[in-house]
């Protein structure tokens, strides 16, 4: 079953019921009329990569070079931390690395990302590598993720001339989870800084923080980063972590009641307009407006992170291809299939086994957050596939109830459908829907006058 029924609060406190349907994105009043105009778009169904169906590559638009594993940092929750590593990259590497990817594209790349680990724990290496990538690609966009302990003047007017967009990994408040804290440090702090005073006014530095069991309030967050950097901050990243090993598992949210007031609570941040510098709010419910202005059918959606598709694809310096950039060529997914799934001088025969396609999941069809989540990590397996499912629920939920309200004005609290019961009281009697539905306005939503209704 796909379709649920929706219970929710009007302005006036009377209960509406409303429908929506996950795989056909139809929302609807209780009499049928759609709640807004719709007006369909055209779509094509996405590739559904398993085991037995394995993802293919073809035309490169996204290229994601991975340098290596190695970090200065020791985040707990890290995605990479126990991916054994494969054999380091050094300088040597990179004239036959650059005549293969060379060979192997047929059209420029739109965008490359250089990836670590820490990529600038590579500088020898990444310097010459970015430069002759530049001079082949003078159009593409450049972005690096970087945790910024490492920078010094001059890498910083490396990164500006050569026209990269930096994510500045930061937690915030919860930093410490990461590890230490570099703003502490008056020479890093004041290099960070400098970077960010470059690429700031032109909109190519966010501040990209992670939500974990320590660090659950994107406003607390918001505060923080507003403080340090300022109150045009733009924040990246901002979803609740996946647990990719035990630390990741003990980083996650623990009890029933720890989701319900989770979702409680970021309900009622998003909706008093208090995560705004956060990107995600915003490209979430506006993704699933357009969903349901569009009639967006399920079978159009990929993976929540792009990497099962044949134009994106994560390749190490010795040519290596990857199914991501958190993985090395060395390591093996949860389903026993091998990480390194090709080479960049043969696109034609990579074949990658490591995913699954979220249709291929047993919760997700029937999810009613399917079209905001959209799979969570397409290789985990097992206990932590459960736990990262179910924190993307808890994550993804209030966006879904801010938009719904967005379209409609009513504030949803329970869905009913055939989907797992401890899923259906949004948030729960302990929050209660009087205390979530403390302003009933959307700030977020206001400043994008394109898609008012
Ligand atoms: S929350 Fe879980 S079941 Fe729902 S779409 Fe995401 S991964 Fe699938
Ligand atoms: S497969 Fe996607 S979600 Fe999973 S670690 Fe790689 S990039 Fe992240």
Redesign the pocket.
Known sequence: MTTFTIHALRQDDQKVLLHYDNQLSTLTWQDGTPVVPVQPGTFRDATVVSVNQPGRKGQVRILKISLGLSCNYECSYCNQRFVPHADASNPEDIEPFISQLTDALIELPERIEFWGGEPLVYWKTLKPLAERLRGLYSEAQFSIITNGSLLDSAKNEWLDRLGFSVGLSHDGPGQSTRGPDPLKDPEKHTAIMDLYARLHPQGRISINAMLHENNRSRADIQEWLKDHFGQDVRIGEGSFIDPYDSGGLASTLQSDADHIRFRAMSYKELRLGKVASFKIGHQKIMDFVQSIRTARPASALGQKCGMDKADSIAVDLHGNLLTCQNVSAASIAPNGQLHGIGHVSNLQAVKMRTATH?SK????S?????Q?????CMFLEGPL?DA???A??SD?VPFLAAAIEYLTGCIPYYIEGG?REDRKDIFGEVCGVPEVATKRVIPILIQDQSVMT
């Open positions: 979220w999941r047993k919760d997700c029937s999810c009613p957050v399917l905001l989540c959209k799979g969570s596939w990262g499912c179910d993307a629920y993804n989907f």
